[in-house]
């Protein structure tokens, strides 16, 4: 059994299904990230984790203890909120502090533990601010600590940084990060942010109107999309069916009726090239429509027989010169055309 | 440019325009008060617009009357009871409607508006009639009054508790507080209540005014077993209007005191907010 164990869990608001059979594990010290649009269940999959929802059916492990009837206070998981949830009434300190009284610890037992958690998350000189008195990262900072002194089997993180601006939240993201890997806390983290998804997780649940749409790595998810829902919220994915391939000139298309392919696998190449016909590529013909520097790489908008491809090249590659309406060949690898499965 | 002068012009009078009617209301309101005031200091007055000659005999004869502090102390008691009674009920049971059964709210709120739907007169008969036989005969003792003050300021109690739980974000810190190990009790008073205090402050002073002033009701229901400061104001009125009028004085300038008091905590803000405030002015 792993570390966390969550089976069949259904739940609705009137009518309306919100999470329909729900199952997943997670592993001891893993970091499990669910990434799905707005509205899609994650909060309310969360909460029910942490017992501030009820389910309507199915059963919640934690280290193979039975959760699913007890009460928030009794499940030794940590919660941060979207809002922070500081105590405006209780300084730093006292907020950090606040699970530990609870857990009835005298002062003295405390006393070192928190000041250790506020030198962890960097506020050291800041015990005494109330949480007005902070910026809205080392608000953040004071939830998470105040979450983690108690070390609770795990570790819910409800988009803790959509409150934040992107900077900020990037460097804030990688600290929780290294924080989580340094204590092996077992993580859940809800976010709508696929890039962040990404760079974070060891693995990914990408949930859909209340379903798991796939999980697996963030290596896998970016590459080997399984549904035409996980590769169009993943990113950038060109998604294709095979009568619109076949129409915008490609032959040799693999088996399959909906495609994935992502930008940077397609390549540009010469005209003069026309005869050159390299097996395991599938080729066709376009017209430069317009591009965007996105940084890094170039985003090419080439039109293929009505298709709009989106390709991406390093930004180094002196393929600026591409004009409007120029022909251009595109070449995509057979292997990197990932078949889907379709929509609902 | 023409037009900017115009402008400028149309400007200024409006301003004096506003001025004016400022002015007039003020000398409208305080008029009466002056009058009061006059007359309370006069010892002789006639045919002249001020009094011909002045005394504090008035203050004198009401600063040696034990039955003025008596029912001053009667009035203040009533107030700070009820207002304490009040929030004693109303905090929890809002706060337990707000967190655990949004939908109880609306019923809450049509109950809260019923004082305003009834003149307190027609209250007042009614309530007689229920309370003045029966198990609970009441009428005519401190408590029926106390029992009408509550349903009285319930509603600005009632709404100052709500905002202060919409603005301190009482569910969040309610749940971060369970999830933290906190009981549903120990979350609210550790982690609510005293942040929603500072907040029902203004509102527990207002209804404390509210009831200092009140007439109707401590009139009808309770007479003259309970000389309350209004009670005793309208029985000097009946022997002497002068030492009335220093009765009226006297009131006022204690109302004045509390409402100085009301606008003065109104900007007061709980430990951790008052900090800030001052290391921001550093
Ligand atoms: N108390 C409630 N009563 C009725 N419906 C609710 C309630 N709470 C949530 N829902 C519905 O449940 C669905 C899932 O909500 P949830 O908060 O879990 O979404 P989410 O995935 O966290 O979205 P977001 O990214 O916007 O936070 C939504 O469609 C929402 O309307
Ligand atoms: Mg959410």
């Given at each position: 059994m ?11 608001y009137g009518?309306v299904p ?9 592993e001891?010290?893993?970091?499990l990230t669910l990434l799905g649009?707005s509205?899609c269940g994650?909060?309310t999959?969360l ?7 009820d389910i309507?059916?199915g059963k919640m492990?934690i ?10 206070k009794?499940?030794q998981?940590g919660?941060?909120?979207q809002?922070?949830?500081l105590f405006?009434?209780m300084s730093?300190?006292d907020?950090?502090?606040?699970g530990l ?5 005298k ?5 070192p533990l ?12 800041k015990?005494?601010?109330y949480?007005n008195q902070?910026s809205?990262g080392?608000?953040q900072?004071?939830a998470?600590?105040r ?6 089997k ?6 803790p940084?959509?409150?934040l601006d992107?900077k900020?939240r ?5 600290e929780i ?13 809800v976010t709508h942010?696929?890039e962040?998804a990404?760079?974070v997780s060891?693995?990914i649940i990408?949930?859909n109107n209340g379903?798991i749409?796939?999980?697996g ?8 999309p399984g549904t ?7 990113g ?5 069916s095979r009568?619109e391939?076949?129409q915008a000139g ?9 495609f994935a392919?992502r ?13 050159a016909?390299?097996a395991g590529?599938m080729?066709t013909i376009?017209y ?7 940084g ?6 080439v039109d293929i027989?009505?298709?709009d ?8 590659s002196?393929?600026?010169?591409l004009?409007?309406?120029e022909a ?5 690898p057979m292997?990197k055309?990932?078949p889907?499965k379709k929509?609902? | 440019?023409?037009t ?5 012009k ?10 004016a009617v400022?002015v007039v209301l ?10 009061t005031?006059l007359?309370?200091?006069a010892?002789?007055?006639q045919d ?5 000659s002045y ?5 004198a004869q009401?600063?040696a009357d034990?039955?003025f502090?008596e029912?001053?102390?009667?009035t203040v ?5 009820t207002?304490?009674?009040?929030l004693?009920i109303m905090?929890p049971?809002?706060?337990?409607l707000h967190?655990y059964?949004?939908?109880g709210e609306?019923?809450l709120?049509?109950?809260?508006m019923l004082p305003?739907?009834?003149?307190p007169?027609v209250s007042a008969?009614g ?5 003045s036989?029966?198990?609970l005969?009441?009428t005519?003792?401190?408590?029926i009054?106390?029992?009408v003050y509550f349903?009285l300021i319930?509603p600005f109690i009632?709404?100052?508790v709500?905002?202060s739980?919409n603005t301190i974000?009482?569910?969040d810190l309610?749940?971060?507080a369970?999830v ?14 005293p942040?929603?205090l500072p ?9 404390f005014?509210m ?6 009701m401590?009139?009808?229901l309770?007479?003259g077993?309970?000389e ?7 029985n000097q ?12 004085i ?5 109302i004045?005191?509390l409402s100085?008091?009301v606008?003065?905590?109104g900007?007061w803000?709980?430990r951790?907010y008052k900090?800030?405030?001052l290391?921001?002015?550093?």
């Amino acid at each position: 059994m792993s570390f966390v164990q969550v089976e069949h869990v259904m739940k609705s608001y009137g009518e309306v299904p919100v999470l329909k059979d729900i199952s997943f594990s997670v592993e001891e010290g893993e970091f499990l990230t669910l990434l799905g649009p707005s509205g899609c269940g994650k909060s309310t999959l969360l909460r029910a984790i942490a017992g501030l929802n009820d389910i309507d059916s199915g059963k919640m492990f934690i280290g193979g203890r039975d959760i699913t009837s007890l009460s928030p206070k009794d499940r030794q998981v940590g919660m941060v909120f979207q809002s922070y949830a500081l105590f405006p009434n209780m300084s730093v300190f006292d907020n950090i502090a606040f699970g530990l009284k609870m857990g009835k610890m005298k002062k003295a037992e405390y006393t070192p533990l928190v000041e250790q958690m506020i030198e962890i998350i960097d506020l050291k000189g800041k015990e005494n601010y109330y949480p007005n008195q902070l910026s809205g990262g080392q608000q953040q900072r004071v939830a998470l600590g105040r979450s983690l002194v108690k070390r609770p089997k795990v570790l819910l993180l409800d988009e803790p940084l959509s409150a934040l601006d992107a900077k900020i939240r990037r460097s804030l993201r990688n600290e929780i990060r290294q924080l989580q890997r340094k204590l092996n806390m077992t993580t859940i983290f809800v976010t709508h942010d696929q890039e962040e998804a990404l760079t974070v997780s060891d693995r990914i649940i990408v949930m859909n109107n209340g379903e798991i749409e796939q999980q697996g790595t963030s290596e896998e998810i970016y590459t080997l999309p399984g549904t035409e829902f996980v590769a169009r919220f993943i990113g950038s994915y060109n998604v294709w069916s095979r009568p619109e391939m076949e129409q915008a000139g490609f032959a040799d298309i693999p088996s399959g009726d909906l495609f994935a392919i992502r930008p940077e696998v397609i390549s540009i190449v010469p005209q003069a090239a026309v005869a050159a016909h390299d097996a395991g590529y599938m080729y066709t013909i376009g017209y430069m429509k317009h591009y965007a520097i996105l940084g890094n790489v170039v985003r090419y908008h080439v039109d293929i027989g009505g298709l709009d491809a989106s390709v991406d090249v390093l930004n180094d590659s002196g393929l600026l010169h591409l004009r409007e309406n120029e022909a251009v060949r595109l070449a995509i690898p057979m292997e990197k055309c990932q078949p889907l499965k379709k929509l609902g | 440019m023409k037009t900017v002068a115009a402008n400028g012009k149309r400007k200024a009078g409006g301003k004096r325009w506003h001025v004016a009617v400022i002015v007039v209301l003020l000398i409208y309101l305080f008029l009466p008060i002056v009058g009061t005031l006059l007359f309370s200091l006069a010892k002789e007055w006639q045919d002249e617009i001020f009094p011909n000659s002045y005394t504090l005999e008035w203050y004198a004869q009401l600063l040696a009357d034990m039955r003025f502090y008596e029912a001053i102390g009667r009035t203040v008691l009533v107030s700070v009871l009820t207002v304490a009674i009040t929030l004693t009920i109303m905090i929890p049971v809002i706060f337990v409607l707000h967190v655990y059964f949004p939908n109880g709210e609306k019923l809450l709120q049509i109950s809260i508006m019923l004082p305003f739907a009834f003149p307190p007169v027609v209250s007042a008969i009614g309530l007689i009639k229920i309370y003045s036989s029966g198990p609970l005969a009441i009428t005519g003792t401190v408590w029926i009054l106390i029992a009408v003050y509550f349903v009285l300021i319930q509603p600005f109690i009632y709404q100052s508790v709500r905002n202060s739980l919409n603005t301190i974000n009482a569910i969040d810190l309610v749940e971060a507080a369970e999830v933290l190990g906190a009981g549903k009790m120990t979350a609210f008073r550790k982690v609510v209540l005293p942040n929603i205090l500072p907040g029902t402050l203004v509102a527990s002073l207002l209804s404390f005014s509210m009831i200092f002033g009140e007439f109707v009701m401590s009139r009808m229901l309770v007479g003259g077993d309970y000389e309350t400061i209004q009670m005793f104001l309208y029985n000097q009125m009946k022997t002497s209007g002068q030492s009335a009028s220093a009765v009226v004085i006297t009131y006022f300038l204690l109302i004045l005191l509390l409402s100085g008091l009301v606008l003065k905590l109104g900007s007061w803000k709980p430990r951790g907010y008052k900090k800030a405030a001052l290391q921001e002015e550093e």
